[in-house]
């Protein structure tokens, strides 16, 4: 909140204005909607009016730059009468008579300021317009309680209106509104955010990178270190066959080594999660490892076969074949099979550059699942031309291939034992389908671990990853949430959505229906969520549906906490027992949930209501599991469009005890988490080695990755 940071929001709504503005240099309300993207019609209305200095209907950049430059150097109670006037609806005078009058007598501005007062239904008007600001929806008679609420805490004198005085003392009850009135007014009228300055020292030279990554980074200096012994090794043993010949040599046997390198056999590596490996290897790495191989693969092929071809090029020079007939025939005997190494090897590279294409982000995050997901089973073909391609292959393939098809015949015999059914379907808010399936007797699994699921109706040959979302503890069935956001999601929620057109009790007919809808589960697969509970200070952070994988440990955390519940039978007072034993050693939980909008949050609130009932009572060391909720499309409490409703949702929350957006007890703060002082307030709590769990969008796993090496966190991330 800098000179320099005015300075540049200055700049920026010059160029802003410039642009929009016509020949005449001059804005009108709709261009004035745009130039400083306030999207409300009455915040921009507002503005707009006690910006028209001259009543032209009509803004000039002069008279813009002018009335901003009291936001910027005013006083805080020069911004906060401007907010007073925002809020006195039927106020008269501009702030054109305002700014000059400041410059003689500050105190007799209020005076001028309008009507000199804010009645209960210029508030109301200014609520209902905060809400649709921050996209929040809420019945009138909510919107009524929070005017009620806002009003009788301001109006002291109970007048029935509320005076510049009373709005500045009723600020006065929430330090951190004041001290936003002090700040720059790039953050008041929200402009664009800029970007944070670039770290002097990249992450990956820090020390704190080096240590919370040390099993990453040991395991890839060894994998770089093997694989250029074998490169080596493999040029030394071919030297007679000149340089070339040694390059290709030397990349063929390192795709020995790393087309064997199975990384992705989640049976073998869920069973090594439970074994003393997990210290040493990073196993939640394995995607991202799988993802470099996949990457060295490519690579070393591109080098191989570049190097062939030189190669054939020097021997063609001397020899009664062209380079068109080493390349693409098998006249020149090539190869352990019939001479088919030069045909296999044009295959092959065409089928791995493919793969790659098809597993590239843009694919899998575009809707277009299926594409990686077919072309990703060529790895047989990758495998079976290998063979022949290559003499030495099958000695590499032996023993991995062995337990690649050892887990294959495993997960088909336990997909397939027994017959699941999905006996419950209930579509949710932002087009969420939960599932509620049978769970087969020997079906076991931990908290946040996920399954394939195969559904014939939807697609008979389609295998998709989803965490389960119900506990351990239910005995009787798993749950699924899904959310919509590719062809077979969407598919999915389409095929159970129909029979609400056609009956006037939807519900009742999709349970009927759902029970003759077959479906079959493979798993469960383990995820690093495993270790929470080996961890003493946990933060669970889920950002919209990746909330899943934390709602079976949430759950799971809700049946032990009534397992040690003890009441009195004298007094019914109840208590939990001391949580913290050989299966569980957390002693502190921090939840926070990060959602876009609204309705994000009703499909869970249920279980979040139930968790807070059951820690009705404090606990003597303080709450044991504490929820932290984000709305982004909320404006924070740092925008003056949304000073008032903050405040009125943080009255009405204190007396009702409950947040209006969600029902739950936990207030629901607007905009994103600040997470340096999210981590701070952790950091301060010295519960024990904290472990971060996140599951959501890359993007934001950077940011709290980040903030987790400053701090000496561990990191772990869902991967799929």
Request: hydrophobic content about 40%; overall charge neutral; aromatic content about 14%.
């Amino acid at each position: 909140m800098s000179l320099d940071e005015d300075a540049r929001w200055l700049e920026w709504v010059t160029k802003q204005f410039e642009t929009i503005a016509g020949d005449d240099k001059e804005i009108d309300i709709d261009e004035f909607k745009t130039a400083l993207k306030v999207k409300e019609s009455f915040f921009a209305e507002r503005f707009f009016a006690l910006f028209d200095s001259d009543g032209s209907s009509s803004i000039s950049l002069d008279e813009l730059l002018e009335a901003l430059d009291l936001l910027i150097h005013g006083s805080e109670t020069d911004k906060l009468r401007f907010l007073f006037q925002v809020y006195d609806v039927d106020g008269r005078y501009s702030s054109y008579f305002l700014l000059r009058l400041v410059l003689v007598s500050v105190s007799s501005w209020f005076f001028f300021a309008g009507s000199g007062s804010i009645d209960p239904d210029e508030l109301r008007t200014v609520l209902k317009s905060c809400l649709r600001e921050s996209a929040i929806s809420l019945p009138e008679e909510k919107l009524d309680d929070l005017t009620l609420a806002l009003f009788e805490s301001a109006d002291k004198d109970n007048s029935g209106s509320i005076t510049f005085e009373e709005l500045k003392a009723e600020l006065e009850n929430f330090p951190e509104v004041m001290e936003n009135l002090t700040i720059s007014a790039a953050n008041w009228l929200k402009p664009p955010e800029v970007d944070q300055k670039k770290r002097q020292t990249p992450r990956y030279l820090t020390r704190v990178y080096w240590q919370n990554n040390s099993r990453k980074l040991l395991f890839l200096c060894v994998y770089a270190l093997l694989s250029l012994l074998l490169f080596v090794g493999a040029m030394l043993q071919n030297s007679h066959g000149g340089a070339w010949f040694m390059v290709a040599k030397g990349c063929g046997q390192c795709l020995n080594f790393n087309c064997t390198f199975l990384l992705m056999l989640r049976r073998c590596l869920t069973w090594l999660r439970a074994t003393w490996v997990v210290r040493v290897l990073p196993l939640d790495q394995n995607i991202l490892l799988h993802q470099i191989v996949g990457y060295a693969i490519l690579c070393y092929t591109l080098v191989h076969t570049t190097a062939h071809i030189f190669n054939f090029v020097h021997l063609s020079e001397n020899s009664t074949f062209s380079l068109w007939e080493y390349l693409l025939t098998t006249r020149p005997g090539i190869g352990w099979v019939k001479g088919t190494a030069s045909l296999t090897g044009v295959v092959l590279q065409v089928v791995i550059c493919l793969m790659v294409l098809c597993s590239s982000t843009f694919v899998r995050r575009s809707g277009h699942f299926e594409v990686f997901y077919w072309s990703h089973l060529s790895y047989i073909w990758v495998w079976s031309l290998l063979m022949v391609h290559c003499a030495n292959f099958w000695k590499w393939f032996l023993v991995p291939g062995l337990a690649f098809i050892l887990e294959k015949i495993v997960g088909i015999a336990v997909s397939r034992m027994g017959g699941l059914y999905i006996v419950e379907v209930n579509l949710l808010p932002s087009k969420v389908t939960h599932l509620v399936i049978k769970r087969p007797q020997f079906f076991h699994f931990k908290p946040g671990d996920y399954v394939y699921i195969n559904i014939p109706v939807i697609a008979k040959y389609e295998w998709h990853p989803f965490t389960i979302s119900s506990a351990p503890e239910q005995s009787d069935a798993l749950w699924l949430h899904i959310r919509s956001m590719g062809q077979w999601t969407n598919r999915l929620y389409e095929y159970f959505r129909q029979p609400e057109t056609e009956t006037v009790n939807p519900k009742r007919l999709m349970s009927l229906m759902c029970i003759f809808c077959q479906c079959y589960v493979d798993g469960p697969y383990g995820t690093p969520t495993r270790q929470i509970f080996a961890s003493e200070h946990a933060v669970l952070i889920g950002a919209g549906i990746g909330i899943t994988p934390f709602a079976s440990i949430l759950q799971s955390i809700m049946y032990r906490y009534r397992r040690r519940k003890q009441n009195c039978p004298n007094c019914n007072y109840s208590w939990c027992e001391n949580i913290k034993d050989s299966e569980m050693k957390l002693r502190k939980v921090d939840f926070i949930w990060i959602n876009r909008d609204q309705k994000s949050f009703e499909w869970f609130v249920s279980l979040l209501t139930k968790l807070e009932m059951d820690q009705a009572d404090e606990e003597p060391e303080g709450r044991f599991l504490e929820m932290h909720m984000y709305m982004t499309s909320a404006l924070s409490k740092n925008d003056m469009k949304a000073i008032g409703l903050q405040m009125a949702l943080d009255l009405l929350a204190k007396k009702e005890k409950r947040d209006s957006i969600t029902g739950l007890r936990t207030r629901t703060q607007p905009g994103r988490p600040e997470w340096g002082k999210v981590f701070q307030k952790v950091f301060e709590e010295n519960k024990g080695k904290v472990h971060v769990f996140y599951c959501g969008s890359p993007a934001l796993a950077k940011v709290i990755k980040a903030q987790c090496e400053h701090f000496g966190f561990n990191f772990y991330k869902e991967n799929f």
